[in-house]
């Protein structure tokens, strides 16, 4: 059984001392794959590091809507260069971010528009964060428009008839810890009947840690409960959720080799 864990993120402060523990704890749970996700510079030359470093780690890089603020020229030819490397996969997290409002509406659409266009450029996939905020989300991403590269909604967090909007834009959608919480019975139906073809999963570590270990730190190991959670909710095998998603990754991830 293959896992791919499409967004995490390793290449945050709480695994710098242990990523060779993490990758290995994670592989032997068949996490074979692991997508590690940029905010801002630092964390993008950090996530573009670690996938050059490991052989199952590779890298989105991207300005989230809280560090809107700081994209300029230079991330933008940062951006250009950096996506051209074989392990850089798509441009994420981007986004708005309506609960938090770090930065004001108009620099996040900004940033966001920006963003998508230049994913689109470079005909590689976009990764959507989105918080109190879908509306909005789902206007700009249907004016932008949707590329051949395609796009995905990550930590997805809404009902199915939202989910099925943004796969009607050509999108996939991406399930986390959210999906087991007890309480999360849209996502649960949501990821019980969206169409097959159009789900991904991941764990958005160290955040969002699935049940049975809510509430501790989270780690690409767990992708494995969401997995479950799926297969749970569809009446399908672990191997079958886990094999599906893997080739789902690969379709929209084209540069990731089997
Ligand atoms: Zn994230």
């Known amino acids: 059984m293959e896992i791919f864990d499409t967004h995490t993120h390793l290449n945050d402060a709480p695994f710098a001392n242990r990523l060779a523990e993490e990758i290995g704890k994670a592989q032997e749970f068949g996490v074979t794959k692991i997508n590690n996700v ?23 890089i991207g300005w989230h809507p809280d560090d809107a603020g700081e994209f300029d020229e230079k991330s933008e030819v940062y951006l250009l260069s950096e996506l051209t490397k074989p ?9 708005l971010d309506y609960h938090w409002m770090v930065q004001p509406k108009e620099v996040q659409e900004r940033v966001f528009r920006r963003q998508i266009q230049i994913s689109k450029e470079m005909n590689v996939p976009f990764q959507v964060h989105t918080r109190d905020a879908l509306e909005d989300t789902y206007k700009i991403i249907k004016d932008e428009g949707v590329g051949p590269a395609g796009a995905i909604m990550h930590s997805f967090s809404g009902s199915l008839s939202d989910a099925e909007r943004f796969a009607a834009l050509g999108m996939m959608i991406s399930f986390s810890g959210v999906v087991t919480f007890k309480k999360a019975l849209d996502e649960q139906n949501a990821a019980q009947h969206l169409p097959m073809d159009k789900i991904l999963v991941e764990t958005d570590a160290p955040y969002l840690t699935p049940v049975p270990f809510r509430g501790r730190e989270n ?21 079958d959720v886990a094999e599906q998603t893997y080739q789902n990754a690969l379709a929209i991830f084209k540069k990731v080799q089997k």
């Open 87 to 95: 392990k850089v996969l798509a441009v994420g997290e981007i986004g």
């Open 38 to 60: 940029g905010s801002n510079m630092k964390l993008n030359q950090l996530a573009v590091s670690i996938s050059e470093q490991f052989e199952p780690c590779y890298a989105t």
């Open 219 to 239: 780690t690409p190991v767990y992708t494995q409960f969401v997995v479950e959670k799926i297969a749970e909710l569809r009446g399908m095998s672990k191997e």
